[in-house]
């Protein structure tokens, strides 16, 4: 026999007293007490509460993502999680707006109060960096220091083996490589879609010849950005090339993963692609919302503080600005834009692939 749930009251469950009894401002300790010390904490609190509930999300997702094959249900899981992972962020954002309610003058009655604490020491937001994918290596020096190296060693045990799991990018890298329907006997995924650039930038070619508006100078301009299309196209179908340009750090995702990805992209009206092109615009959705609070934080760090350098030691506004431009996790899936081409040129699907994208796929072995 189940037991039955004891009562529960709203203050208890919630902890509130606990929650309200957390703002402890350092400028009273101090004896000069600042009004606007409350809000700054306070914000920073709710951030990470959402910093935690996006944790709980990613590892759902990293977990659904560790197994050998991810049905469609799962995928349609996925997209759910990340579509409030999602707004989340957009809350994010909007807190800004809050904060900016106080002023520079504000800010600076209590800003010496809090050296050397920066957000760049929280724990939540660097194991949400580091699940999503984002690596050592592509991180921009605080201070000319591993990020790790401004956290405490209690922060560095939590921090530091979040970057030897897999994340959600390479679990992502996976299942694309294991994406179905590329190279089949009877149609191959990549020989059609190269027919089908090469068609599309021959007619080009042709329209820009017999373009009789246009000066034979403005003609040659037009063929060399024409020409170097070509070559952008040329590089996605060389395997060595992709993997000179990922040494290079130029690209991320694998050969066989960018292939699939374009592949969803190309076929995403299929039916059983409806999901799995959702989920990888929502990644980039991810990505670019990251971006996006980076760069407000930054713009409220110059309105703020102006050319100061920040609490932590960093240069501030002109670090945040860097961070905001460099720290991104899946441009290879936003990048895809740059290879698509119009439905019109692509080649129909022979009809037995038609039949399994229309939901008649149900195993790895169909």
Not at 221 to 241: G, H, N, P, V, Y
């Amino acid at each position: 026999m189940e037991k039955e749930p004891s009562p529960v009251y709203y203050s208890d469950y919630l902890k509130i007293d606990t929650l309200l009894s957390c703002q402890q401002p350092k400028s009273a300790e101090y004896g000069k007490p600042a009004h606007d010390e409350t809000l700054f904490i306070i914000i920073h609190q709710v951030y990470e509460l959402w910093f935690k509930l996006i944790l709980h999300e990613l590892d759902s997702l990293v977990d659904m993502f560790r197994k050998d094959y991810v049905d469609e249900r799962s995928i349609g899981e996925a997209v759910s999680k990340l579509q409030r992972i999602i707004q989340i962020q957009k809350i994010l954002i909007e807190q800004i707006h809050v904060l900016e309610t106080m002023t520079p003058l504000d800010f600076l009655e209590f800003r010496n109060f809090l050296n050397p604490a920066s957000g760049f020491q929280s724990v939540q937001f660097r194991l949400i960096e580091n699940k999503l994918g984002l690596r050592r290596k592509d991180r921009i020096l605080l201070s000319q220091k591993e990020y790790t190296k401004h956290l405490t060693q209690e922060d560095r045990d939590i921090v530091e083996p979040s970057e030897k799991e897999e994340s959600l990018f390479s679990l992502v890298e996976k299942w694309l490589e294991r994406t179905p329907f590329l190279d089949l006997p009877e149609f191959s995924f990549w020989q059609s879609y190269q027919v089908a650039v090469n068609t599309m930038l021959d007619s080009d070619r042709r329209n820009l010849q017999n373009n009789y508006m246009m000066s034979e100078e403005e003609k040659e301009k037009k063929f060399t950005e024409l020409e170097k299309t070509r070559d952008s196209f040329a590089a996605i179908f060389d395997e060595e090339e992709h993997n000179s340009l990922i040494a290079k750090g130029h690209r991320r995702l694998s050969y066989e993963a960018t292939h699939a990805a374009l592949f969803i992209n190309l076929y995403r009206d299929e039916p059983i692609l409806h999901l799995p092109f959702r989920f990888l615009t929502l990644l980039v959705n991810v990505d670019e919302l990251m971006t996006s609070w980076r760069s407000r934080h930054a713009q409220m760090a110059r309105r703020m503080i102006g050319g100061k350098i920040g609490t932590g030691g960093s240069s501030g506004y002109k670090y945040l600005k860097a961070v905001a431009d460099n720290h991104k996790t899946f441009s290879d899936l936003s990048n895809l834009v740059t290879f698509l081409i119009p439905r019109s040129k692509l080649l129909e699907l022979p009809p037995k692939i038609k039949k399994k994208l229309g939901f008649y796929h149900t195993s790895q072995n169909d």
